[in-house]
Nanobody, 123 residues
Framework: QVQLVESGGGSVQAGGSLRLACAAS????????MGWFRQAPGKAREFVAA????????YYADSVKGRFTISRDNAKNTGFLQMNSLKPDDTAVYYC????????????????WGQGTHVSVSS
């Protein structure tokens, strides 16, 4: 059973940065994809970014491209989401997910989800 725990959320002003982490336990992350999603109050969950754990190929939502960077650390069994130039529209609960077989923006492709970490960006 894969357990995912997100950390690194918080409150920042517009233009600031945060680095989210997604630590896995109970399983060694390997030949699948990790994704990051977010859900703002009153809105549907949306895809943010994904990374193929073997190739390190990445995929980003247009809304974060050029500002966010997804990465992974095999030794730490952890994925990261570096968020720069944050905007108030980035305010949401951010979730990491694991298990897709290809880079995918569809949440249904992922088997495991973390509990989320809250990011708040003020103007």
């Amino acid at each position: 059973q894969v357990q995912l725990v997100e950390s690194g959320g918080g409150s920042v002003q517009a233009g600031g940065s945060l680095r989210l982490a997604c630590a896995a336990s109970g399983y060694t992350l390997r030949d699948r994809v990790m994704g990051w999603f977010r859900q703002a109050p009153g809105k549907a969950r949306e895809f943010v970014a994904a990374i193929d754990w073997i190739s390190s190929n990445t995929y980003y939502a247009d809304s974060v491209k050029g500002r966010f960077t997804i990465s992974r650390d095999n030794a730490k069994n952890t994925g990261f989401l570096q968020m720069n130039s944050l905007k108030p529209d980035d305010t949401a609960v951010y979730y990491c997910a694991w298990g897709a077989r290809i880079l995918s923006s569809s949440g249904t492709q992922y088997d495991y989800w973390g509990q989320g970490t809250h990011v708040s960006v003020s103007s």
